[in-house]
């Protein structure tokens, strides 16, 4: 299990997965809904599948790929989106009637 946050550019790093043995791993990838105002966070749920096999002269090799809500991507990438609540103010105003 792993937790990140952006990079102020958007840029989500997760640290490196070492594997030993070959097989079929799956992660699941969602974005945590924070607390900012006016912020509605994707509920997009990423399927991570990385294959890993054995090529018997030694090495492993890892090939990931992705899912989104079923469908098959090829990256990762949460769309998020921003509106400030509305507001109203109260104008005030006087009459001067002379004469």
Known sequence: VDTKTNAGTGAI???PIEFTTAGVYTYTIVETTGSLGGIAYDPAVYTVTVTVTD???GHLNAVASYQKD???VTSIQF???YKAAP???VLNA???LEG
Do not use: E, I, M, P
């Open 55 to 57: 090529d018997l002269q």
């Open 94 to 96: 006087t009459k001067v």
């Open 79 to 81: 769309n998020n989106s």
């Open 13 to 15: 790093q997760f640290a």
């Open 87 to 89: 507001t109203d103010v």
């Open 70 to 72: 079923g469908v098959d």
